[in-house]
């Protein structure tokens, strides 16, 4: 044995402490907050990401042809189809800069009018949202430019208030006026007309054509339960076949040990998602099956050695082996645990959406599948060993 192994079952006390203190944080979030942040796979309803964005152009048309207007980039596209083909005209910002310059383009296309409501905005700045590409017509389409308007989260609750249960979160930096809405389920509700009540509301508040809808999404309350009840049993079987799992490979004591340094993972990885307030969705439940087993694997590999560790040292006193043990594995599940971050980490800051989402996850559950697999999970079995050992001498006494 090395004079210098690691004091696991010395400091198991103060291990289990710091695990406790901060899943009673993590519980107090969660009363404090009202809960997790549900994303839209579990909380039926309507979720749309809007954009503060002023109106630069106003388009019409009024052929007999399909005139379909697209915006790619800073480049927008405008085709018309007709009998005798496809005629394609694009108008990019570099050689039209500005609102007014895209305006004086578009109007020399045939039976095509274009107004500039603000022709001062650039073109590099143009959105394209839901409804594009549009299908032109006499009713004017309207194109909105990324504005630097000083818009704040509480303008936009202040918006939908009269819509009762609704949420907003800010996405990215204020500068983007970009924001997240969702609106519970009502009563005979579709998803047509929660989002008329949305768009209406909008429009009533910061003008008529100056938001634009990027993402818009519906889920009925159905479908939400069947999902959270899909994935609560996902969980429960992924952790029930790891106990039997360790049950035969090793001994019972090293698989209820197991069980609950995953447990702990599973609470701890919700304790940071409930403080920190990341959305609870899919992409959680994910990280969470994918935590399980990458922590699994790092208890796995301590273990066997601690099996065999006893074998080789029959006379040694249990807790030196363990330490022994997880001094002899640590060098290893710290390696692995830094090069799964080092991959991950330009994920979670440079990725979006549900990628970075669930790389954030990962590197919570890396660090703390890290610490349950060197410091509780052995701790554990210590416990749990000398229990039986116990038993079995009171056993032999009888």
């Not at 980039?73 to 085709?79: C, D, H, I, K």
């Not at 208890?299 to 560790?309: A, L, P, S």
């Not at 001094?327 to 330009?346: C, E, K, N």
């Amino acid at each position: 044995m090395l004079k210098n192994d690691i004091p696991v079952i010395k400091l198991r006390w103060y291990a289990w402490i710091l695990a406790v203190v901060l899943l009673l944080a993590g519980a107090v979030s969660f009363v404090v907050f009202g809960g997790f942040n549900l994303g839209v796979d579990f909380e039926s309803g309507l979720s749309q990401r809007i954009q503060i964005a002023p109106v630069g152009l106003e388009v019409t048309y009024s052929g007999n042809k399909d005139a379909v207007l697209s915006i790619s980039g800073s480049a927008l596209s405008l085709e018309v189809r007709g009998e005798e083909g496809v005629a394609t005209t694009s108008f990019h910002s570099q050689a039209y800069p500005t609102a007014k310059d895209l305006a004086a383009a578009l109007n020399a296309v045939p039976e095509v009018s274009a107004v500039a409501v603000d022709g001062s905005l650039n073109t590099a700045d143009l959105l394209s949202g839901y409804g594009f590409p549009a299908t032109l017509s006499s009713t004017p389409t309207r194109l909105n430019f990324q504005g630097t308007g000083t818009t704040s989260i509480e303008d936009v609750r202040s918006a939908i208030a009269s819509l009762g249960n609704a949420k907003v979160q800010t996405v990215g930096s204020a500068e983007n006026q970009t924001f997240q809405i969702r609106l519970g389920i009502k009563d005979g509700a579709t998803q047509a007309s929660m989002e008329e009540e949305v768009k209406n509301a909008l429009a009533s508040f910061f003008g008529q054509g100056n938001v634009v809808v990027l993402q818009s999404d519906y889920i009925g309350p159905k479908f939400s339960a069947n999902l959270l009840s899909s994935s609560i049993l996902a969980i429960v079987v992924a952790m029930a076949l790891i106990l039997l799992y360790v049950w035969i490979r090793f001994r019972f004591a090293y698989a209820v040990s197991s069980l609950i340094a995953l447990v702990h993972d599973i609470l701890m990885m919700l304790t940071a998602i409930s403080i920190l307030r990341l959305e609870f969705s899919s992409t959680t439940i994910a990280a969470l099956l994918t935590i399980i087993g990458y922590s699994l694997n790092n208890t796995i590999v301590i273990f066997d050695r601690v099996r065999e560790n006893v074998t080789l040292n029959k006379n040694a006193a249990l807790s030196k082996l363990i330490d022994l043990s997880v001094t002899q594995s640590v060098s290893r599940t710290i390696m692995s645990g830094v090069t799964t971050l080092v991959a991950i980490l330009p994920l979670a800051i440079f990725a979006s959406g549900d990628i970075q989402l669930f790389a954030i996850n990962m590197m919570f559950g890396i660090l703390f599948g890290t610490f349950s697999s060197n410091f509780l999970a052995p701790s554990m079995l210590y416990w749990i060993s000398k229990a039986q050992k116990k038993q079995g001498a009171v056993v032999a006494a009888k």
